[in-house]
């Protein structure tokens, strides 16, 4: 049986820079907490100020003023994949 392991020196230097390019776009596309630098989670609600500070939900008592608004954080899938139907008004006949 012939096992395959690649360290980082078997690695070919385009195939890690094209991998450090990719994980460096996809941390600045991700939302960080201004007071402790967390990356938001999933599915985490995440509060505005109006200083244009973003807060996540462990660091929200830590600022005296009350958020001007928030947002929950979505997947990347969100909006692609996921069908999202508000059938709120419609009545349905009997």
């Known amino acids: ?13 385009l195939e890690l820079a094209l991998l450090r390019r990719g994980l460096d776009d996809a941390e ?5 907490c201004d007071a402790c630098h967390r990356s938001m989670l999933i599915g985490e609600r995440v509060y505005e100020y109006e200083s244009m500070a973003v807060r996540c939900e462990l660091c929200r ?22 069908r999202v139907i508000d059938r709120r008004g419609v009545l349905r006949s009997a």
């Not at 600045?28 to 960080?32: G, K, V, Y």
């Open 61 to 82: 008592d830590v600022s005296r003023v009350d958020p001007i608004g928030s947002h929950t954080i979505h997947g990347p899938a969100f909006g692609h994949s996921i």
């Open 28 to 32: 600045a596309a991700t939302e960080r």
């Open 1 to 13: 049986m012939h096992t395959t392991s690649t360290t980082v020196g078997d690695t070919p230097e």
